[in-house]
């Protein structure tokens, strides 16, 4: 258990549905993330969020769309997806901006679109 | 550009000692992660080198040359429960959120 928690865990969408995935974390940190995990490939920065404020956001195209209610929610909205968009998306929190500072994981949605 | 090498599978006996070597060309560098995942589970943390040389942490330990951009993760005393991905992740210069991953390489444990 990191403290991070993702759900569903299981998500399969058809490219014209619309569906979110959430994360929450009960760790007081105040950096959220969103990464893309595929199969044999390193892990993408997708966004980032500091005290609830987006700051990073790595060319992702716009059918992924992030939100950030407050600093320990995080969700990440989909439509319109392309098979190409199956992956395990991991969010992550981290206390600080400190660069020791390491990212505590949820264990991802795992998402297939058809 | 920026890349992280690592390879992609690795096998290992039960008891043994294997090394992960993990090769790193990034703009600056301030640091290097190495982060445990497990098949469905999250990546969790096991070790940070910012400073050249070894950091023992129980069975585990890590190295670090700055000069060669080079990294390596000793597991010692192997168990069926290291059976794992094994994650290299660098923090570039001024890029304290802006990770760098490699692929991550697959460790399969034997009896």
């Known amino acids: 258990e990191t403290g991070v928690t993702q759900t569903p865990r299981h998500l399969v969408m058809g490219m014209t549905n619309k569906k979110s995935l959430k994360c929450e974390q009960h760790?007081?940190?105040?950096?959220m993330y969103w990464y893309k995990q595929s199969a044999k490939k390193p892990l993408e920065l997708m966004f980032v969020?500091?005290?609830?404020?987006?700051?990073e956001n790595n060319s992702v195209p716009s059918r992924f769309s992030p939100e950030c209610p407050n600093s320990s929610h995080l969700f990440l909205h989909l439509h319109t997806l392309q098979p190409e968009d199956s992956a395990l998306y991991l969010c992550?929190?981290?206390?600080?901006?400190?660069?020791?500072?390491?990212?505590?994981f949820g264990s991802g949605t795992q998402l297939s679109v058809l | 550009g920026q890349n992280i090498d690592q390879p992609t599978e690795m096998t290992a006996t039960e008891g043994a000692i294997v090394q992960i070597n993990c090769t790193y060309q990034?703009?600056?560098?301030?640091?290097l992660f190495w982060y445990q995942q497990h098949a469905g589970e999250a990546p969790t943390f096991l070790s940070y080198?910012?400073?050249?040389g070894l950091e023992e942490k129980g069975r585990f330990s890590s190295f670090l040359s700055r000069s060669k951009g080079y990294s390596y993760l000793l597991l010692k005393e192997l168990q069926m429960k290291d059976s794992a991905s094994y994650l290299c992740?660098?923090?570039?210069?001024?890029?304290?959120?802006?990770?760098?991953f490699g692929a991550g390489t697959r460790l399969a444990v034997h009896p």
């Open positions: 969020y500091n005290f609830k404020e987006q700051t």
């Open positions: 990034t703009s600056g560098f301030n640091g």
């Open positions: 992740a660098v923090n570039p210069t001024g890029g304290y959120n802006k990770l760098i």
């Open positions: 992550a929190s981290r206390e600080g901006t400190r660069t020791n500072e390491k990212l505590f």
């Open positions: 760790l007081g940190h105040n950096a």
């Open positions: 080198n910012v400073l050249d």
